[in-house]
T-cell receptor, first 112, second 116 residues
């Protein structure tokens, strides 16, 4: 079945450091890929998405490229801020299933 | 535009009781999904509804049920509560993507259920 694997957290970085959170997936067909972010006490918010191979999603300085050859969708940001501290979830969805598969989440803590 | 609204935000129940959670989707969104979030299992899919029809269901026991009304609002019910049902229950809505692609989910802030 479909699955998503994320790197274990927590990830602790200093402000302005470079961020990478790894995400790989297994899926039949052609999934769409997403990154969601969850702040304390809130639900998940869509951060970015990519719907086909080689697409790059970007938002708020975050980027991720849909790599079909390596079945990966790694999240990157060039310079993190304290306000980026949150839990990040990689997810995939496939047409006709009406459900998403989520990774286990990676907690990011950014220190001033 | 109002977001997804879930009520109540917090619930405390005892084992054996039942509970009903409510979700109002974003206006115009006809698909509503429910997920259970726990520290150990992450986000697990419960079910998805569209135009009052359940289109998919996750691997949860029959104690978990849901429904959707004609105005797209949805409820989920858990009967005979167990300690392991303690979790954050998230509702999400979506609208059809142009071209038939996968629609992003818009989540509410969840209902935190504690079973004692």
């Amino acid at each position: 079945g479909n699955s998503v694997t994320q790197m274990e957290g927590p990830v602790t970085l200093s402000e302005e450091a470079f961020l990478t959170i790894n995400c790989t997936y297994t899926a039949t067909g052609y999934p769409s890929l997403f990154w969601y972010v969850q702040y304390p006490g809130e639900g998940l918010q869509l951060l970015l998405k990519a719907t086909k191979a080689d697409d790059k999603g970007s938002n708020k300085g975050f980027e991720a490229t849909y790599r079909k050859e390596t079945t990966s969708f790694h999240l990157e940001k060039g310079s993190v801020q304290v306000s980026d501290s949150a839990v990040y979830f990689c997810a995939l969805g496939t047409s006709g299933t009406y459900k998403y598969i989520f990774g286990t989440g990676t907690r990011l803590k950014v220190l001033a | 535009k109002a977001g997804v609204t879930q009520t109540p935000r917090y619930l405390i129940k005892t084992r054996g009781q039942q509970v009903t959670l409510s979700c109002s989707p974003i206006s115009g969104h006809r698909s509503v999904s429910w997920y259970q979030q726990t520290p150990g299992q992450g986000l697990q899919f419960l079910f998805e509804y569209f135009s009052e029809t359940q289109r998919n269901k996750g691997n949860f026991p029959g104690r978990f049920s849901g429904r959707q009304f004609s105005n797209s609002r949805s409820e989920m019910n858990v009967s005979t509560l167990e300690l392991g049902d303690s979790a954050l229950y998230l509702c999400a809505s979506s609208r059809p993507e142009e071209g038939g692609g996968i629609s992003p989910l818009h989540f509410g802030n969840g209902t935190r259920l504690t079973v004692t």
